[in-house]
């Protein structure tokens, strides 16, 4: 079998597949459900992935699967998509591709800093902390997480008409 793994197998047979796309391949999964095999390619990009990048990947992902017969020969479903919410920010992409969210970053001392993503470059993180830039180097992150926001009423579309009275 080799030292490669069949994701980092997979991981190098896509990577180039998905970068002609103009996407970035974060991970690939195969998990066996019954008798079938799901095999989940995740995505992202900076601006984030439509429903047609979505299927151009999956149409170049499995003609090249279908040519490399790298599935073998039993069925498996092909499913892509892109990171939630919920995925911890660990690239320093993944933190370009949260500006201007609130993230939680949890720091490799044990702290915690929270605040909204201004910029990120190849070293390390802006945050803006109660009106206030704080920098963060990758080096002392363990990870961050976007935090879920409800939209406050007051940044709806502007001149929305609030009052309503017309007619």
Known sequence: MGSASPRDHLMK???PVV?????DLEDVTVTQAGRRRLLRVIVD???GVSLDDVADVSQ????????HDTMGPSAY???VSSPGVDRPLTEPRHWRRAARRLVKAELRDGGVV???????????????VDGACRRL???DLARGRVQVEFRRIDD???????????G
């Open 13 to 15: 047979l896509l990577e």
């Open 156 to 166: 709806d579309a502007d001149g929305a008409d609030v009052d309503g009275d017309e």
């Open 114 to 128: 929270e605040g909204r993503v201004r910029s990120a470059d190849e070293s390390g993180v802006e945050l803006d």
């Open 77 to 79: 479903t092909l499913e």
């Open 19 to 23: 970068s002609a796309e103009g996407l």
């Open 45 to 47: 990009r900076d601006g």
């Open 60 to 67: 170049a992902v499995s003609t090249v699967l279908d040519e």
């Open 137 to 139: 180097d990758y080096q």
